[in-house]
């Protein structure tokens, strides 16, 4: 009794506690004080949503149990004794017994004892059957009744397994009945809601199909794999010697057999339906064996795994990391030196490349240095759903099984990019030129992004492309060629902003298109993509700022090596540029000459950089970068420079605060449609922490350390940066990886503890980051907060 009660304290402390307000219920009829019923009634309890609550249950020691435990205020193995009064009854027995306690309630309503218009519900795995339970037993459906079931459940059951919060995150599913009233539903919606869960409503023959293929039928095959290996005559040494792969996927069957049994029958059609469709993909696998079939078996596998990744982030809106809450950060404590030679990851952009152009090409393409950040992953996903067998990654390493320019497949859901603009934008002009319809959505931040920069370029070409809203924004729908009747054609288009994502669309795009495309840009902008074009050996005209592309073409798979990301490398040295007797190398870092901003605008503001080793990493220049700890001044950055560090800003503006005098930034932009307004927040950021900067329409002027007599010192030939240039407090992230790296930087120059709020992100680009960053000298706690 004593262990019951304390449970029960603790549950109460965890599910959402609403006994302020008033109770939805005057008195709560459970019958049923099974798991699913008795916790029910525990939430119902705790968080006061009945003014009194009554149960009936054959099991009369249960009965006793909950009323001497204060849980129950009346309770009997009769519904007559105790319903008189009830304005919700809960239906929680098996399946096969609803129609009759359903006779029993029509009997109470027929001699007064409730409502005609009393809610009635059911917590159920099946619904369609319920539904012609009551059709069966009342002339018409009750105006009451709001079929539902929980989506919960535990390995034990029965009354004394009961808890509060069972149901705490979990989905509840209604079926809205076009026969029942509308307040009946709204109240039902509140009582699961106070009891913590999740509610959507589901029509009940698509309810009781989507229960088939994801409850009924993985636990009928573990029921059944369960007893194949009993039934060997090896058994013993077969249980014996199970890994936890088995006591995993078996587990379910420990549940109650009664209640499976009635639910196999009930849901009859469809889980024989779910049944016929397992067989046809396990008879694949099979023959895939049989012919040793190594390709498509790895396909198979790989897509599946990382299915069963990709899918829980896609129905939460999230990146592969959770950023809703935003509930991890950075502790940092002041450090002032970064010393060493590390390797940075693969470089993102040429990573998202690597896998589209792997995929489009002939013949395989092995892939090493791959980023196996969360942005890039996303693209790897697309492409896998549309058909392609990608093997790994592993180490960094994928193996890329491409289908040819005309061999993707329609995804069977919309695809899903994360929080990486790159995938969605150059993703479209792939998927304009495909034959079937495609929409591609992402995570709420990308969802806020503007998409008319490709959609409107794209219909001039001929696409069909639809935004969202009156800002243009994702979720994209995408009619196939075959619908539109007419492929792309080719354009002549002037690009009015400096973006390779736009420029890289459109020349994508411009591979199925009839005839040639031009993109002209104002000024340089990252060109992998026409250095990847040509490795795969697709013909690319560069002419200045003018490049084009002529359709029809193919691609070639081959090896495709990722440098470092100098975009990462950035924070590095940036990190060693402000810091006190610091000397950093990185290695064989992509030095790209669109890619390498940072470096001139580093040099000009008298950093101490020395770029050696110098050599092609396929199409790629790469270098190892030595940063010595530098007197920085403030400049006006060139305008010509900035689409060639756009990327770098957050992590300059950090630099320009520790150098001597003011930093100008104009022209760009393009850094309020990033992942955040990266111009705002850093400015944000940047005056909480003390630094005196103004934001502009298009820029940041930055009043660096020098003018306020912080400078830097030159003492016996010795860079002196050892003064704080910031202080300390809390920096939110709004979602953005760039934004919480940049001021993990700041921590070198803080006098105080930098506190830096939803760093999840962080993994969309630089996986790792921390730990590297403790490697060479600082000090970031990672602390994941409360899940």
Known sequence: MQKINQAASHQTAAAPNLSTLPPLFDQVCVIGLGLIGASLAQAIKDNGLSRRLV???????????????????????????????????????????????????????????????????????????????AKAVFSSLPVGLVPAHPIAGAENSGYHARRANLFVNHSVIICELPTTK??????????????????????????????????????LLAFNLVEQLASHDDNLDMFRYAAGGFRDFTRIAASDPKMWHDIFFANQD???????EYGVYLQTMRQLIIDKDSTALMGLLGR??????????????????????????????????????????????????????????????????FLEGEDALATLQAFRDMGVTIEGPDKGRLTIHGVGMNGLKPSKTPLYMGNSGT?????????????????????????????ERVAAPLREMGAVIQSTGHSGTAPLSITGRDNVGKPLQGVEYDMPVASAQIKSCLLLAGLWAEGTTTVTQPEVSRDHTERMLSAFGYPVTVDGNRISVDGGGTLTGGDIAVPADISSAAFFMVAAAISHGSELTLKQVGINPTR???????????????????????????????????????????????????????????????????????GAKELRVKESDRIAVMAEGLQALGVDCTVTDDGLIIEGQGSHGQMSKVIGGQVDNSTPVFGGGHITSHHDHRIAMSFAVASLRASEQITIEGIETVNTSFPGFAELANQIGMAIEVDNGAV
């Not at 109240?187 to 106070?194: D, G, N, P, T, Y």
């Not at 029509?203 to 039928?217: E, K, N, Y």
């Open 182 to 219: 509308q307040t009946a539903i709204t109240k039902l919606r509140q009582l699961w809601e106070a009891a913590g869960a999740t509610v959507m409503p589901m029509a009940a023959d698509h309810h009781d199909s989507i229960l088939a293929h994801t409850s009924h039928l993985p636990h």
């Open 596 to 666: 390498t901003g940072i470096i001139d605008i580093l040099k000009l503001m008298q950093a101490d950089i020395t770029l050696s080793n110098k050599t092609y990493v396929g199409e790629e220049p790469v270098a190892d970068i030595t940063i010595l700890s530098s007197k920085l001044v403030g400049i006006k950055i060139p305008e010509m420079l900035v689409p060639l560090a756009i990327d770098e800003f957050p992590v300059l503006f950090i630099a320009a605060s520790c150098a001597q005098g003011r930093t100008v930034l104009t």
């Open 55 to 133: 149960a009936v249950d054959r099991h009369a020691p249960s009965i006793e149990e909950a009323i001497q435990q204060g849980l129950l205020d009346a309770g009997s193995s009769e519904l007559s004794k105790v319903v008189s009064g009830s304005d919700l009854i809960v239906i929680a027995v098996p399946v096969q017994a609803v129609q009759t306690v359903f006779a029993d309630i029509k009997t109470a309503m027929d001699s007064g004892q409730l409502a005609t218009d009393c809610i009635i519900t059911d917590v159920c795995s099946t619904k369609v059957n319920i539904i012609d339970a």
């Open 270 to 276: 469809a889980i024989v339906s779910a049944l016929d």
């Open 304 to 369: 599946a795994q990382a299915a069963r990744r990709h899918f829980g982030h896609m129905l939460a809106s999230t990146p592969y990391t959770d950023t809703s809450a935003m509930s991890a950060s950075y502790l940092i404590s002041p450090s002032n030196t970064v010393s060493g030679t590390i390797t940075i990851p693969g470089d993102k952009s040429i990573s998202h490349r690597s896998i589209m152009l792997g995929s489009l090409a002939t013949g395989v393409t092995k892939v090493t240095g």
């Open 423 to 451: 995938s969605m934008r150059l993703l479209a002009g792939i998927l304009a030129a495909q034959s079937f319809d495609s929409v591609m959505t992402g995570d709420t931040s990308l969802n806020k992004r503007p998409m």
